[in-house]
């Protein structure tokens, strides 16, 4: 099963067992990103310098990145192009909900529903399938652990955690300073995430 980076982001972000997303507001920004980066790849969204665009194209048939065109449309009101990180900033506390709700159209986690101090409503989302993650952190583990050359979608989801600073939800255990030099390395190498790596880092 193939799913967006920003699903991707939001499994290494959720408790498996509890549910609850943890550095939530670091992971805001690095969803948000992610899905951009993700309109990027699929051309589109232009990125040039601190600047986004638009591309005419058709609908990319998955549901996430499509309404997030839409949303980007409907935020350009016409113009020809905008500041990557005022849409970053505006997006970074919607983006979270589409995301997880799609995991749990896909069934990968399900949603759980109860109130804190029987008042308060609460949702969690514990896991329901755990190949998807294990895939996951394979993977991420092979490329910036054990030295693998990661493909071009790894690149951009370790550019993405990188400039975050959820190096610690994607290597559970690893002392950051093992890591870091490397997922600077993949970074910089991944030209089309360059400006909203840059984006998130600054926010």
Known sequence: MRITLAEEIMLLSLDDESGSVKQRQAVGWAVAGALLLELVLAERVQVSGKYMELVDSPPTGEELLDGRTEAIRAWMRG???????????????????????????????????????????????????????RELRERLAAAVSKGAEPDARTASLISVIHAAGLHGLAFPGVPR?????????????????????TAIRDM
Do not use: M, N
């Open 79 to 133: 113009r020809s192009k905008r500041r990557v990180s005022e849409w970053l900033t505006r997006d970074q506390a919607k983006a979270v909900g589409p995301v997880v709700e799609r995991l749990c159209g896909r069934g990968i986690v399900v949603e759980e529903r109860r109130k804190a101090l029987g008042v308060f409503p609460v949702r969690r989302y514990p896991e329901a399938d755990g190949a998807v993650e």
């Open 177 to 197: 300073k093992e890591i870091t030099a490397r997922t600077a390395a993949i970074a910089d190498g991944q030209w089309a995430a360059e400006s909203i790596r």
